[in-house]
T-cell receptor, first 113, second 111 residues
Framework: KAGVTQTPRYLIKTRGQQVTLSCSPI?????VSWYQQTPGQGLQFLFE???????NKGNFPGRFSGRQFSNSRSEMNVSTLELGDSALYLC????????????FGQGTRLTVV | KNEVEQSPQNLTAQEGEFITINCSYS?????LHWLQQHPGGGIVSLFM???GKKKHGRLIATINIQEKHSSLHITASHPRDSAVYIC?????????????FGKGTLLTVNP
């Protein structure tokens, strides 16, 4: 069974640009969550999507947004990129919300210059 | 104070040693995850616990809900166990599901 797939793996963008990251969950999984990892802050929760609806959002500015499609694939978008947005962005999928095991992707490493 | 505290932050061991990494949390939880992250970024879920103890190969995870504490043990450690180990808790109550993470423990196992 294929794991969680994130694309692209690496990305370099210029300050002020926008970026879209993609996450394909494990087949049958309906919950997708996104996380940001930086050396200073560690792993922080961004959003949770389930059945095409955002169910929960972390403490990030409105420049960070996302969506989930009917096939459970999810995208996150960051607009007006800042240098501080440079991070590893990870998504995790689970078959249901809450107390079920989460499976993580390899992440997208975003560098903003 | 962080809701999830891990200790130690860094751990160096010799191959074959028994390793213990600790995680304490200060909130009510419905589950606790132990995660492994190798250089390069990808995260692997090792265990999800809501009570008691789980074992997988040389890895053992325990949780004490009353004391709000969990431990990850590695028996007969090997250099390939070198990685960052992260504890994450899923808070209980309501319908807002999100993981809150510890800062991680960097384990280096020398041959």
């Amino acid at each position: 069974k294929a794991g969680v797939t994130q694309t692209p793996r690496y990305l370099i963008k210029t300050r002020g640009q926008q970026v879209t990251l993609s996450c394909s969950p494990i087949s049958g999984h309906r919950s997708v969550s996104w996380y940001q990892q930086t050396p200073g802050q560690g792993l922080q929760f961004l959003f949770e999507y389930f059945s095409e609806t955002q169910r929960n959002k972390g403490n990030f500015p409105g420049r960070f947004s996302g969506r989930q499609f009917s096939n459970s694939r999810s995208e996150m978008n960051v607009s007006t990129l800042e240098l501080g947005d440079s991070a590893l962005y990870l998504c995790a999928s689970a078959w249901d919300r809450g107390n079920t095991e989460a499976f993580f992707g390899q992440g997208t490493r975003l560098t903003v210059v | 104070k962080n809701e999830v505290e891990q200790s130690p932050q860094n751990l160096t061991a010799q191959e074959g040693e028994f390793i213990t990494i600790n995680c304490s949390y200060s909130v009510g939880i419905s589950a606790l995850h132990w995660l492994q992250q190798h250089p390069g970024g990808g995260i692997v879920s090792l265990f999800m616990l809501s009570s008691g103890k789980k074992k997988h190969g040389r890895l053992i995870a325990t949780i004490n809900i009353q004391e709000k504490h969990s431990s990850l043990h590695i028996t007969a450690s090997h250099p390939r166990d070198s990685a960052v180990y992260i504890c994450a808790v899923l808070r209980s109550g309501g319908s807002n599901y999100k993981l809150t993470f510890g800062k991680g423990t960097l384990l280096t196992v020398n041959p």
